[in-house]
């Protein structure tokens, strides 16, 4: 028994050794080719105090787009003399920037102007994605439309406007007298009751990153610290965070938000109806989260659930889900932290809603 056990030993340790001898040789490695976690430092809106001019700020430019460096001191003395004294501070990390210029009534875009009565004009409401959060201003879907159809398209997205926002956005916008109002719904737009709303804080969003960013250092393991164990606690960390994240994401629309999503319909239908008073028309457009495209989008069910929803109260709706098949994600993101569409995505979007919108213009022509 005892030399059998001695072999067992024998094995044991030779078994720990080869273990720790293939730790240490992937350490070793990982550490050489600076293998680690994505980390990125976190991008910055900033804003004049009238909110009429701003900056979408990141920490590098991959794609070659953002047309501002902030590195550069004349560039930020520009910015500083227009209100934005911040861009100093903010140069260092986040250098690379997108201008953003707001109208008197918070719209993207110049000035607007007296209404003409012979062009039709369409009013896109919306949150950042309508926005175009990183997007130059001329890269925007309503920018697009505005260039594609003949008609005026003015963009009055909003960032962070959800409902009951958004309610109060598109009453507000009313008084621009459009014919069409297109609103670019994104899955995280309807009202949450104040116990759904909670379960966000534990979560991604699937558009801001905010796992990976950082605000001090660049988010690398320490010295010390292992960097096999921080790969795998990032990817531990990255599934099950995802998985709550999706199940959010069906959960808006579905019974842990019932009262939050009844009182989206309720605003939704309100809209609708304000609008055929006037004579004008709601034109809903969903846009899918970039995730998962090319693969098994995970959200299906939720724009199943909005769909029946919308098309049950009489809303003019269309998915632009189909337009963005088996694209692959990355390719339409603002950035690795920052999954807003990209110009990219926005030229696909308005693609899709061109045709779509110009019949029903059409079909408001002929009845005038």
């Known amino acids: 028994m005892d030399g059998s056990r001695r072999r067992w030993a024998g094995r044991l340790g030779l078994v720990i050794a080869s273990s720790a001898l293939a730790l240490g040789a992937g350490e070793l490695a990982v550490r050489a080719l600076g293998i680690a976690p994505d980390r990125f430092a976190q991008p910055w809106h900033l804003e004049r105090a009238d909110k009429r001019l701003g900056l979408d700020a990141y920490p590098d430019d991959p794609r070659g787009y953002f047309p501002i460096d902030l590195r550069d001191a004349a560039e930020r003395a520009r910015w500083r003399e227009r209100g934005l004294p911040v861009v100093d501070a903010r140069a260092a990390r986040t250098p690379h920037a997108v201008p953003l210029r707001y109208t008197e009534e918070l719209c993207r875009g110049e000035a607007i102007g007296p209404r003409d009565p012979q062009t039709a004009r369409v009013v896109v409401i919306g949150d950042s994605f309508s926005e175009g959060q990183g997007v130059r201003e001329q890269d925007t879907f309503a920018a697009r439309l505005d260039a594609a159809l003949d008609a005026e398209v003015i963009n009055c997205g909003?960032?962070?406007?959800?409902?009951?926002?958004?309610?109060?956005?598109?009453?507000?916008?009313?008084?621009?007298?459009?014919?069409?109002?297109?609103?670019?719904?994104?899955?995280?737009?309807?009202?949450?009751?104040?116990?759904?709303?909670?379960?966000?804080?534990?979560?991604?969003?699937?558009?801001?990153?905010?796992?990976?960013?950082?605000?001090?250092?660049?988010?690398?393991?320490?010295?010390?610290?292992?960097?096999?164990?921080?790969?795998?606690?990032?990817?531990?960390?990255?599934?099950?965070?995802?998985?709550?994240?999706?199940?959010?994401?069906?959960?808006?629309?579905?019974?842990?938000?019932?009262?939050?999503?009844?009182?989206?319909?309720?605003?939704?239908?309100?809209?609708?109806?304000?609008?055929?008073?006037?004579?004008?028309?709601?034109?809903?457009?969903?846009?899918?989260?970039?995730?998962?495209?090319?693969?098994?989008?995970?959200?299906?069910?939720?724009?199943?659930?909005?769909?029946?929803?919308?098309?049950?109260?009489?809303?003019?709706?269309?998915?632009?889900?189909?337009?963005?098949?088996?694209?692959?994600?990355?390719?339409?993101?603002?950035?690795?932290?920052?999954?807003?569409?990209?110009?990219?995505?926005?030229?696909?979007?308005?693609?899709?809603?061109?045709?779509r919108l110009e019949a029903i213009l059409a079909r408001r022509g002929d009845r005038t």
């Open 158 to 355: 909003r960032r962070g406007d959800d409902f009951p926002a958004l309610r109060a956005r598109f009453e507000a916008r009313l008084a621009l007298e459009p014919d069409v109002v297109l609103y670019a719904m994104v899955l995280n737009d309807p009202e949450q009751s104040e116990a759904f709303h909670e379960r966000q804080r534990y979560l991604d969003d699937w558009i801001l990153d905010r796992r990976r960013m950082v605000t001090e250092g660049d988010g690398a393991p320490r010295p010390a610290e292992l960097h096999l164990l921080a790969l795998a606690r990032d990817r531990i960390e990255g599934l099950r965070v995802g998985a709550a994240t999706t199940a959010w994401y069906r959960d808006m629309v579905g019974p842990p938000n019932r009262a939050g999503w009844e009182a989206t319909l309720a605003h939704l239908e309100a809209m609708r109806d304000a609008m055929r008073a006037r004579g004008g028309e709601l034109y809903v457009v969903l846009w899918p989260l970039l995730v998962e495209l090319d693969g098994d989008y995970p959200f299906e069910a939720v724009h199943a659930t909005i769909r029946a929803a919308l098309e049950a109260r009489g809303v003019a709706f269309h998915d632009a889900l189909p337009a963005f098949r088996g694209q692959a994600p990355r390719s339409l993101w603002v950035h690795g932290a920052d999954r807003h569409p990209n110009e990219r995505a926005h030229a696909r979007f308005a693609a899709d809603v061109a045709p």
